[in-house]
């Protein structure tokens, strides 16, 4: 299935299990859609409109930069391949402008790249670059707008004070986990993996997007790291029924409450 296919099937079911647009007086966190394919980004405007964003969108990398600096987007969806510059290239120029734009709340614009490009050394580059998020295509329009939500909850600070899946708990603030009222004492990395893993709470976590997360982005991408921490975190958390954290055979990771 095409790019294109895959992204319209997406939309129809993200718009079909949505109640709609809700009519709230709230402001509504605006986008800003770059991709120089006519019908990626239509559906793209669409499926967000409909997702309760309020959605402009470009063609290029230099209309997208007018468009930013003439009305600052909370947030860009950014494809790394268009016309005149490349999406590495738009956000370099926009990280470096000597005032950094600001979104409508008053913080900097977050960045989530959106491409067909998998290169692992593309996605480290983007994220050094400033971009906040990275998925590629094709990919599903929930999870598009779950990342959008989590990136600019993050970016702006909003971090909830504490983390519950079952009767395990995280507090990020003093580094406290405990299970079953009990405390588990982790070290910092098995902490950061934890932490990582109870925040998508619910979602399949892949080996790659691990590594990228809790690793260094230089880290040399050994995904047996991963299953090593993953033991050491069993160890440690799931020494008592119910399970929490889940095996998802030839993907990653999944950190999921008892089902009811």
Same mark, same amino acid.
């Given at each position: 299935? *095409?790019?294109?296919?895959? /992204?319209?099937?997406?939309?129809?079911?993200?718009?079909?299990?949505?109640?709609?647009?809700?009519?709230?007086?709230?402001? @509504?966190?605006?986008?800003? +859609?770059?991709?120089?394919?006519? &019908?990626?980004?239509?559906?793209?405007?669409?499926?967000?409109?409909?997702?309760?964003?309020?959605?402009?969108?470009?063609?290029?990398? =230099?209309?997208?930069?007018?468009?930013?600096?003439?009305?600052?987007?909370?947030?860009?969806?950014?494809?790394?391949?268009?016309?005149?510059?490349?999406?590495?290239?738009?956000?370099?120029?926009?990280?470096?402008?000597?005032? #950094?734009?600001?979104?409508?709340?008053?913080?900097?614009?977050? +960045?989530?790249?959106?491409?067909?490009?998998?290169?692992?050394?593309?996605?480290?580059? =983007?994220?050094?670059?400033?971009?906040?998020? $990275?998925?590629? @295509?094709?990919?599903?329009?929930?999870?598009? %707008?779950?990342?959008?939500?989590?990136?600019?909850?993050?970016?702006?600070?909003?971090?909830?004070?504490?983390?519950?899946? =079952?009767?395990?708990? /995280?507090?990020?603030?003093?580094?406290?986990?405990?299970?079953?009222?009990?405390?588990? #004492?982790? *070290?910092?990395?098995?902490?950061?993996?934890?932490?990582?893993?109870?925040?998508?709470? =619910?979602?399949?976590?892949?080996?790659?997007?691990?590594?990228?997360?809790?690793?260094?982005?230089?880290?040399?991408?050994?995904? *047996?790291? %991963?299953?090593? $921490?993953?033991?050491?975190?069993?160890?440690?958390?799931? &020494?008592?029924? #119910? @399970? /929490?954290?889940?095996?998802?055979?030839?993907?990653? $990771?999944?950190?999921?409450?008892?089902?009811?």
């Amino acid at each position: 299935m *095409s790019d294109k296919a895959s /992204l319209s099937k997406a939309a129809e079911h993200t718009m079909t299990a949505s109640t709609g647009p809700s009519d709230t007086a709230e402001r @509504k966190d605006h986008l800003l +859609v770059v991709d120089d394919e006519p &019908t990626v980004r239509e559906l793209l405007r669409t499926a967000l409109r409909y997702a309760g964003f309020e959605v402009d969108a470009a063609e290029t990398g =230099g209309e997208a930069l007018e468009l930013a600096e003439r009305r600052p987007p909370d947030l860009i969806l950014l494809d790394v391949m268009l016309p005149d510059m490349d999406g590495f290239e738009v956000i370099r120029r926009l990280r470096a402008m000597p005032q #950094p734009f600001r979104d409508g709340r008053g913080g900097e614009v977050s +960045v989530l790249f959106v491409t067909a490009r998998e290169d692992r050394q593309d996605r480290i580059r =983007g994220l050094r670059l400033g971009g906040d998020d $990275y998925i590629t @295509k094709p990919f599903d329009l929930e999870e598009l %707008v779950a990342r959008i939500h989590a990136v600019l909850r993050r970016t702006r600070g909003e971090r909830p004070s504490r983390l519950v899946v =079952g009767d395990l708990v /995280l507090e990020p603030e003093s580094h406290h986990v405990a299970r079953g009222g009990r405390t588990v #004492p982790l *070290s910092p990395t098995e902490f950061r993996l934890l932490h990582f893993l109870m925040a998508n709470a =619910g979602r399949t976590m892949s080996k790659s997007r691990i590594l990228l997360s809790v690793w260094d982005y230089d880290f040399g991408g050994d995904p *047996s790291i %991963v299953d090593t $921490y993953i033991s050491y975190l069993r160890r440690k958390v799931d &020494t008592r029924e #119910p @399970k /929490l954290i889940h095996t998802v055979r030839g993907v990653g $990771y999944i950190v999921r409450g008892p089902r009811p």
